[in-house]
């Protein structure tokens, strides 16, 4: 059960002092959603922010924000992501010790969960949780910083999640993150990907988001 084509970009390239200007851009431009990188400077070198901003953001907009929780011993915090008003949550696997109970908390907590998956982590370790999630991102790079190369070698990846859905019938979003452009993009949904995580693309296009949103949008296959 494919689901359409969603275009999500990272707010991480912004000018962090007009962080709202951008997200009201986005929505305008057409954004299906706005991609919140959260970074704790453990699970990842960087550092990024945290509930009090997102919440300030929230009123701005209203296309729902999804949290991409780059941070170790998740559970704690989550909590102040659904109440700062994230739609969606996403944990990395890597960070849970008891995934299974990660994800069952978001939903209790009346968010959409979502488990994010390194290139180097394999599907095995959500084959069993498949069913608690409503999203998975597969990263195409290394998670910690914006700007990096995509990793075509993640492709293989993308097609046996895709067939994994699609043979469970489930209506999951299939999402990839990392070095998604107008080079790259048309791969990525090639090999299954439905949603699709924008910074640099985005924000670098000199004729603007509009442009870059649409253009991501029409390679992507809708
Ligand atoms: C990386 C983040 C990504 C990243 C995307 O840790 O999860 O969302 O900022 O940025 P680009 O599109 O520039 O690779
Ligand atoms: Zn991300």
Known sequence: MARSVAIAPSILPADFSRLGEACIELEKAGADR???DVMDGVFVPNLTFGPPIIKSLRP????????HLMVVEPDKLLPDYV??????VMVQVE?????HRTLALI?????RPGAVLNPAT?????EHVLDLCDIVLLMTVNPGFGGQKYLPSVEPKIAELRAMIDERGLDIDLEVDGGIGAGTIEAAASAGANAFVAGSAVFNDEAGFDHAIENLRTLAGN
């Not at 109440?83 to 969606?88: D, I, L």
């Not at 960070?95 to 995934?99: E, F, G, K, N, R």
């Open 60 to 67: 701005h907009v209203s296309i729902p924000f999804e949290a």
């Open 95 to 99: 960070a849970c010790t008891h995934l």
């Open 107 to 111: 939903a209790d907590l009346g968010a």
């Open 83 to 88: 109440n700062a008003g994230c739609e969606t």
């Open 122 to 126: 394999p599907l095995s370790t959500i």
């Open 34 to 36: 706005i991609h919140l």
